[in-house]
């Protein structure tokens, strides 16, 4: 080899970008159903997930389950657990209290949300000692961290090897909850973002356009954050109609009528087809990964992944 070869650079190799994996779960119902969510966590496991979020229930009504999720989370599993938080109905400082909880189990990730009233409550009145919206949320966790790191220094550092996280939601079609338009949420993502939030998770869709046009007008506003969009497996035309009752994100007519057989099997195939579809759409618009509401089911979730080629026996996807 010649001195002139030998002093050649080396050519860069690009790195591998391959997209984000995440899992939203819920605490069990009852006690009967913890072992079959946890063996459904262990199967997860394998798809070697960014991270999963673990759901906080209306007015913080799962708190002490999903406490308890999240702390064996964090011991017996390589996961990274991201908590979510509402403030709807509690004052300023039970909220406080809340997240020092978290913080101090070794919960350095929260999902921030305004949250909703429960279902049932009818006469119900905002906290009026409390916080009104998802980006004062935000704000506190930012000073929350920021006391606690201003007066111990091992906190301090250790803050520094694990900065906190704050996630936020997003609406491609608008808040269902609040009536809010999208351009009111694009609004009101880029005051999270002002407050601290670090990147945004999406409500689920349907149609690529509707997360594409989303993120489109959020950067017109002036949003940077990285926006997830939230996939659900079309495997269950049951529970798409649920989805669709409570988030008022309709179920389009003709992805029920291609789930419309009696052959769960070709069922379960067709709805795969068209997640994974979904899926490719909005990676090829440039979304950074994707976020599945599994439902604390494994099979389609996986299955979704492995049709996308991001997770199971297929081929990692490259992005582009």
Not at 51 to 70: D, E, H, P
Not at 169 to 195: C, E, W
Request: net charge negative; with cysteine; charged share 20%.
């Amino acid at each position: 080899m010649s001195a002139a070869t030998a002093t050649q650079p080396r050519a860069l190799v690009a790195p591998v970008d391959r997209p984000t994996v995440s899992f939203e779960l819920y605490p069990p119902r009852n006690p009967d159903a913890a072992p079959k969510l946890w063996a459904t966590i262990q199967q997860l496991e394998s798809a070697r997930p960014d991270f999963v979020s673990v759901t906080y229930g209306a007015s913080g009504k799962t708190r002490q389950t999903t406490r308890a999720l999240v702390r064996r989370l964090l011991r017996e599993t390589s996961l990274n657990p991201i908590a979510h938080l509402t403030c709807v109905g509690t004052s300023k400082a039970e909220t406080t209290t809340i997240v020092e909880e978290f913080l101090d189990e070794g919960v350095r990730s929260f999902l921030a949300l305004r949250g909703d009233p429960p279902v049932d409550a009818t006469d119900w009145h905002p906290h009026p000692e409390g916080l009104h919206t998802a980006s004062e949320l935000v704000e506190l966790l930012r000073e929350i961290e920021g006391r606690r790191c201003a007066v111990s220094p091992a906190q301090a550092v250790r803050a520094t090897v694990r900065p906190l996280s704050v996630a936020v939601a997003a609406f491609p079609r608008g808040n269902h909850a609040t009536g809010g338009t999208r351009a009111q949420d694009v609004a009101s993502l880029l005051a999270k973002q002002q407050a601290g939030a670090d990147f945004a998770i999406s409500q689920l869709f349907f149609d690529a356009d509707s997360y594409l046009a989303l993120v489109a007008e959020a950067r017109e506003a002036g949003v940077t954050i990285p926006i997830i969009p939230g996939i659900i497996p079309t495997t269950d035309p049951a529970r798409l109609l649920r989805v669709q009752d409570l988030t008022g994100v309709p179920v389009p007519r003709d992805l029920l009528d291609l789930l419309g057989t009696d052959d769960a099997a070709e069922r379960h195939r067709r709805g795969i087809r068209a997640s994974v579809d979904l899926v490719n759409q909005v990676l090829d618009g440039g979304a950074p990964g994707v976020h599945v509401y599994t439902f604390n089911q494994h099979h389609a979730a996986l299955d979704l992944l492995e049709g996308a080629h991001l997770g199971g026996s297929g081929e990692a996807r490259q992005t582009p």
